[in-house]
């Protein structure tokens, strides 16, 4: 019984696999060469390709640009306020509705910079908060 388990577990991980997979390494290997990637610590690569998952919320806050905002204004005072008791699977959240993605590039949020920005509407009470994720802005009604 235990060397025919051992020969499915092996067929259904390794040899019904290995065709498919020899041929996604093969194409992989022709856009990212192996050599390139050596230069790296495990760790950095996954932070390379996946991004960063943790982060410093107030350094976010510190790098973001105010677009007919100011820091001190009630509107962006009341965001941080309420930003700041998410719980942080809704600050990923609010994360990836900015930027399409709930991580960070490799770079860091210290190179991570966004915009709030005024989107001027006639009746604010009446709009949402939305965002331009090519351009990192949040639009967000007064």
Known sequence: RKEYVDLYVN?????????????????????CPARNWKMFFP???????QGYTTFDWHLLEKNVIYRQYKKLDQTIRNFWNV???LPEEKKKMFLAFLSGSDRITGYGLECFRFQIADPQ???PDESSPFASTCYLILFLPR
Do not use: A, T, W
Request: aromatic share 18%.
């Open 11 to 31: 067929y259904v991980f390794n040899k019904s696999v290995q065709k498919p997979f020899e041929d996604f390494m093969q194409g992989f290997l022709r856009g």
């Open 43 to 49: 760790e950095e690569l996954q932070v390379l390709l």
């Open 83 to 85: 930003f700041h008791k």
């Open 121 to 123: 509407v006639e009746n």
